[in-house]
C-alpha cells in the first residue's frame, strides 16, 4: 500500500483495521508472483470462489485476468463461474479444480483425493492453494456480502 501510494479495491474496507491492512495487502501480493501455484491455477481456484460468494465484480475481473494471463480457454472459465462441470486435461489444473470444488461446496475431501493433490501440488502448493480460497473468501464476503458499511463513523 505504501509503495503504491493508493488503496486497491477490496483493501479500502480493511482501512477500519490498518493493522489487518498491513498483512493482508501483502498476503494478496504473494499470489502476484511468489505463490507455488500458476497463474491459471490461481484463476481456477479464484473464479470458482467468486462464483461461490456470487461476487459479481470480482468475477467480471478474474474472468478477463484468467483468459488474459492465466492463458484459460474461456468455455473453462465461463463454466467455472457459472457451476458447469467443467475438466482440465493439465493434472495440476485438475486437481486444483477438484480441491476447491471440494472446499466450497462444502464437502470433505476424500482421501485419494487429497493424496492426489500432494503429490501433483506438493504440502506448499496445497497450503497455498488453501490460503488463497480463504483469502478470496474473505475478499468476495466484504465487497458483496449483505452486509453494508458506512462510510463515517456513527457517533
Known amino acids: 500500500m505504501k509503495q503504491r501510494g493508493e488503496v486497491p479495491g477490496p483493501y479500502k474496507i480493511w482501512l477500519q483495521n490498518p493493522k489487518l491492512i498491513e498483512v493482508m495487502v501483502p498476503l ?48 473453462k472459465v465461463e463454466a467455472l463461474i457459472a ?37 501433483l501440488l506438493g504440502h506448499p502448493g496445497l497450503t497455498d492453494l488453501t490460503v488463497l480460497i480463504g483469502y478470496f473468501t474473505c475478499v468476495c464476503r466484504l465487497v458483496s456480502g449483505p452486509m453494508t458499511f458506512p462510510r463515517a463513523p456513527l457517533v
Not at 34 to 56: D, F, R
Not at 84 to 110: C, G, K, M, N
Open 28 to 75: 494478496g501480493a504473494y499470489y502476484q508472483g511468489h505463490s507455488s501455484l500458476s497463474k491459471a491455477e490461481i484463476e481456477i481456484a479464484t473464479n470458482l470462489t467468486n462464483a461461490k460468494w456470487l461476487a459479481g465484480y470480482s468475477n467480471y475481473e478474474h474472468e478477463i485476468i484468467a483468459e488474459r494471463d492465466g492463458g484459460l480457454p474461456p468455455e
Open 83 to 119: 457451476g458447469l462441470p467443467t475438466s482440465f486435461e493439465d493434472p495440476r489444473q485438475q486437481v486444483i479444480y477438484e480441491i476447491t470444488s471440494a472446499l466450497i461446496a462444502p464437502r470433505v475431501v476424500p482421501t485419494g483425493l487429497y493424496r492426489r493433490a500432494v503429490e
